[in-house]
């Protein structure tokens, strides 16, 4: 099973460019979420989708567009890089939250903003 | 604002030792889940306690949510160099999404 599956793992990006996070999963999950995460920040939510054709903001969603077009996608978009905006990103899918069963991590991306 | 401080930020231990992590808040939680990450990788979800005063054990590991349900430990016993990684825990506070604490990054040394 491939579970979850982000795209690509790394990039470097300079300033005021743009790209698109990937990220696929195989599960049948309802929800899905992007995190970032940074040294003595833990993860922090930026936008989430309880269902397919839905997002929602998260903690920090400032900078960030994301689109679930299908139940199986959830892409996440930066329209014009900062610096601001290095870190790592992860995607994850859940069932319904608020169950034993948590979220499924990706494996990340490792963004650098120049 | 932080809901989920845990403690210590960082340990570094020698093989065998025994170790204890915290996760506090002042608030309540319905669950509280516990992952673990490692380099190059996403959190993986070692366990979820429900009920206020549980103790569930997973090997050498042992998790216990708090009477009150505002905070929870991890307790690793013996540790080993494999038990090397980022510790997480994360709660379900009144919405339907994850908080996540600010981790703690555990080393062990053979």
């Known amino acids: 099973n491939a579970g979850v599956t982000q795209t690509p793992k790394f990039r470097v990006l300079k300033t005021g460019q743009s790209m698109t996070l990937l990220c696929a999963q195989d599960m049948n999950h309802e929800y899905m979420y992007w995190y970032r995460q940074d040294p003595g920040m833990g993860l922090r939510l930026i936008h989430y989708?309880?269902?397919?054709?839905?997002?929602a903001k998260g903690e920090v969603p400032d900078g960030y567009n994301v689109s679930r077009l299908k139940k199986q996608n959830f892409l996440l978009g930066l329209e014009s890089a900062a610096p601001s905006q290095t870190s790592v990103y992860f995607c994850?899918?859940?069932?319904?939250?608020?169950?034993?069963?948590?979220?499924?991590f990706g494996s990340g991306t490792r963004l650098t903003v120049v | 604002t932080q809901l989920l401080e845990q403690s210590p930020q960082f340990l570094s231990i020698q093989e065998g030792e025994n170790l204890t992590v915290y996760c506090n808040s002042s608030s309540v939680f319905s669950s509280l889940q516990w992952y673990r990450q490692e380099p190059g990788e996403g959190p993986v979800l070692l366990v979820t306690?429900?009920?206020?005063?549980e103790v569930k054990k997973l090997k050498r590991l042992t998790f216990q949510f708090g009477d009150a349900r505002k905070d929870s430990s991890l307790h690793i016993t013996a540790a080993q160099p494999g038990d090397t990684g980022l510790y997480l825990c994360a709660g379900y506070y009144n919405t339907d999404k994850l908080i996540f604490g600010t981790g703690t990054r555990l080393q062990v040394f053979p």
């Open positions: 306690v429900v009920t206020g005063g």
């Open positions: 994850a899918s859940s069932y319904i939250p608020n169950t034993s069963y948590g979220y499924t």
């Open positions: 989708s309880v269902g397919e054709g839905t997002t």
